[in-house]
């Protein structure tokens, strides 16, 4: 993630596929820079980063990360439990 301008961003996550580029304003993200054509129909729209997630999903990119996909990764999942008392205290 790096700064491209005032108030601007911009995240790069490479895959082993291909690389993602999102800019990132204040009040919307876009995907820029992606020739794929699977995703020409969202390049360069403002969305709410939810949105642009939830249609990056819908064409393959899964970048909101599952219970399940823990799993799969080898990855331990945290207490939550825990985590909400952690929550608590710290608010």
């Known amino acids: 993630m790096?700064?491209?301008?005032?108030?601007?961003g911009?995240?790069?996550i490479v895959t082993k596929r291909i690389k993602v580029e999102i800019?990132?304003?204040p009040l919307f993200v876009k995907l820029v820079n992606m020739e794929q054509p699977e995703l020409k129909h969202i390049v360069g729209q403002e969305l709410h980063p939810g949105m642009l997630l939830?249609?990056?999903s819908k064409c393959g990119i899964h970048l909101i990360p599952e219970d399940d996909?823990?799993?799969r990764?080898?990855?331990h999942l945290k207490?939550?439990?825990a985590e909400e008392r952690a929550i608590m205290d710290i608010s």
Do not use: M, P, V
């Open 2 to 8: 790096r700064s491209i301008g005032a108030s601007k």
């Open 69 to 71: 996909d823990a799993e």
């Open 73 to 75: 990764g080898g990855i």
């Open 10 to 12: 911009l995240l790069s």
């Open 23 to 25: 800019e990132i304003h």
């Open 54 to 56: 939830k249609a990056l």
């Open 79 to 81: 207490d939550k439990a």
